[in-house]
């Protein structure tokens, strides 16, 4: 196979074009991202007096513990205790984390809880102890002590872990013990923190965060996705709840079938994006609901969601004169966040009748208060057809690998009328295209494999081809926990301690690296066919950038007929496999890219292995 390539580029690659879909799913925010290792924590959300309300906690040395709604709350959002009865000897409460604690040498833990005692005030100070043990019990990897005053009323006390080793596994146990009182002690929120990401208070956890640096992300699209729609208009996502000290959070059933804490909350993610260098792209709740209930369709009954989402932007870009803009300040962050795109709902093509009037009560009340903010509609393009006339949609596309080979021509026939889209959320998900989102008994990718992988590079440079009217495009979703998870296949898959870059995640990243400036058009690749390639110019240094992905099982040789003269040695990076391969828990690094360096020639010819991705850059003379 020849390819010609012109040597005048059709359009420049937007700075936008590769980023990071997020939403609490499969544990990727409380459990996952979010620092935070204690599971249920501030027990939030549950009922007092049931055994789930207890989850994640046990007790120590013959205590009994039960989650009681405290006759004095530690405040109206977090109203539940842990209520210990602790018995004579070393005796307290325990918990497991999120499937597990990493207990890392190397790390200095901060660890706090409110306590109160609700009866007899003991006599004198109480000794209690913090400590990371082996779930077993017979290790102590780290304790502390921290003294208790005899209070009726809440306090917080504080301490710091630092284990005098690392556990040979992730099966270790927070706990809080105490020796020499016995009586009933109330606590409440409870935290165990590692080391975060560039040490932001209240932030991520490190090794997730670097691995969504290492792709060099230039958006997060955030909070969802289904989490934001909540299950009931009641359990929306609402930003104002996600602000402020953890004490007025009160967290809320999320749409995946567990508790979110909301730690992780509106100026948590706009720092982190920040530090991450990349812009969010942020959704509004848009009066939808997954169970169904919506919000009618009249001024008043939507006024107050509007209010909501005006304030929630307000919250982000309000200089501080405004009320969103001060509370801004006054958490940490003066100076506005930058703000281009929002969001109005998440797959509104699920509630397209009701979408006709919400979008544009919606936009009519805000595109005015914020001219500069590209809005994106979330339903198929043109169906319904909405106005005021969308100036951006967000697209989902999730289908087997083939399919995503032979659709990397989706954007090629699209008007060019000042609409431009964004690949929200896009995956090869299994290979049945008749059950798609079946079980993997059926077809389903429980990791992503090789030959989804090979189809989604096909896809991705149909993207670039396109990137006139493709602003963005994020694989989803990005993180799901290796056994709590409600979807397969994630971009990486974690645990309590390790974190899996899939196959994709590497066909991202060869993406997002070497993204460059301009594309240069090329010979078309037959969409039926087992080859696609794409060739774009990068300025500094100046190089040529050729991305070939081979979706077949024989190897095939292209040569790329370059527009100019070019120099030195290309390097290539280059992933390939078996079509079902996958990187697991148990296999992590089964197939990686690996890097190489090949004479450079202005005929260059690039060798693609059967179901591979390579990427050359070839230095411009
Ligand atoms: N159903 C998918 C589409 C929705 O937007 C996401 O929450 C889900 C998983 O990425």
């Given amino acids: 196979t020849t390819v010609v390539v012109n040597g005048t580029a059709s359009h420049n690659i937007p700075e936008t074009l590769w980023g990071l879909m997020f939403e609490d799913i499969s544990h990727s925010g409380d459990g996952g991202l979010y ?141 809080v013990t105490f020796k020499d009182f016995s009586g009933t002690i109330n606590t409440a929120l409870f935290s165990l923190f590692p080391p975060t990401f560039m040490g932001q208070e209240n932030g991520m956890r490190a090794d997730i965060a670097q691995a969504l640096l290492d792709l060099g992300p230039s958006f997060f699209r955030f909070p969802g996705g289904n989490n934001i729609e909540g299950n009931t208009i009641a359990t929306r996502w609402q930003w104002n709840n996600t602000v402020g000290p953890l004490t007025s959070r009160p967290g809320r059933e999320g749409t995946w079938s567990y508790i979110n804490t909301d730690g992780l909350g509106l100026y948590e993610y706009l720092v982190w994006i920040e530090l991450m260098g990349m812009q969010p792209i942020m959704a509004i709740w848009s009066g939808f609901s997954l169970g169904g209930q919506t919000v009618a369709n009249s001024p008043d009954a939507l006024a107050p969601y509007i209010e909501q989402a005006r304030q929630q932007i307000e919250f982000v870009v309000g200089n501080t004169s405004t009320p969103g803009g001060a509370l801004r300040a006054s958490l940490g962050h003066p100076e506005p966040f930058t703000l281009n795109f929002v969001e109005v709902g998440n797959e509104d093509q699920f509630a397209p009748s009701t979408y006709l009037y919400r979008w544009p009560a919606f936009m009519n009340a805000l595109q005015p208060l914020f001219p500069d903010i590209r809005f994106l509609a979330t339903t198929f393009i043109f169906n319904p057809v909405l106005g005021p006339t969308p100036q951006s949609y967000d697209s989902h596309m999730y289908d087997t690998p083939d399919w995503f080979a032979k659709n990397s021509i989706m954007y090629d026939g699209f008007l060019r009328n000042g609409t431009t889209y964004f690949e929200g959320e896009y995956a090869a998900i299994s290979v049945n295209p008749s059950d798609l989102f079946g079980t993997p008994a059926n077809g389903r990718f429980t990791f992503p494999t090789m030959n989804g992988s090979v189809g989604e590079a096909a896809f991705m440079m149909g993207l670039e081809r396109n990137a006139d009217i493709v602003f963005a495009a994020s694989y989803a979703p990005l993180l799901g926990h290796v056994t709590q998870n409600q979807w397969t296949p994630n971009l990486l898959a974690f645990d309590a301690g390790a974190v899996i870059k899939s196959t994709s995640y590497y066909v991202q990243q060869m993406f997002s690296l070497n993204r460059g400036d301009a594309y240069l058009p090329s010979t078309r690749a037959d969409p039926s066919g087992t080859l696609f390639w794409s060739v774009v110019q990068q300025n500094a240094p100046p190089a040529f950038i050729i991305k070939l992905a081979n979706t077949g099982a024989d190897a095939a040789n292209v040569t790329f007929q370059l527009p100019a003269a070019v120099k030195g040695a290309a390097r290539l990076v280059q992933i390939s496999g078996n079509p079902t391969d996958s990187n697991t828990p148990e296999s992590p690094d089964k197939v990686v890219p690996v890097t190489s360096s090949v004479d450079a020639g202005q005929d260059m010819v690039v060798a693609a292995p059967g179901f591979s991705v390579s990427v050359v850059t070839v230095p411009i003379a």
Avoid: C, H, K
């Fill in 35 to 175: 620092g935070e290792l204690l599971q249920n924590r501030a027990f939030q959300e549950v009922t007092p007096g049931t055994v789930a309300a207890l989850a994640a906690w046990t007790p120590v040395g013959g205590a009994s513990i039960a989650v009681i709604a405290d006759s004095t709350p530690l405040s109206s959002a977090l109203p539940n205790a842990l209520q210990i009865i602790v018995p004579d000897g070393v005796a307290g409460v325990g918990n497991m984390g999120f499937w597990g604690i990493n207990v890392n040498a190397s790390w200095t833990y901060n660890a706090s809880f409110f306590f109160r005692f609700p009866d007899t005030l003991p006599s004198s100070d109480v000794t209690a102890t913090a400590s990371l043990v082996s779930a077993s019990g017979g290790t102590v990897f780290a304790s502390a002590n921290v003294s208790l005053s005899p209070t009726a009323d809440w306090t917080q006390v504080f301490t710091t872990l630092t284990p005098s080793a690392s556990a040979p596994d992730t099966l270790n146990n927070f706990t």
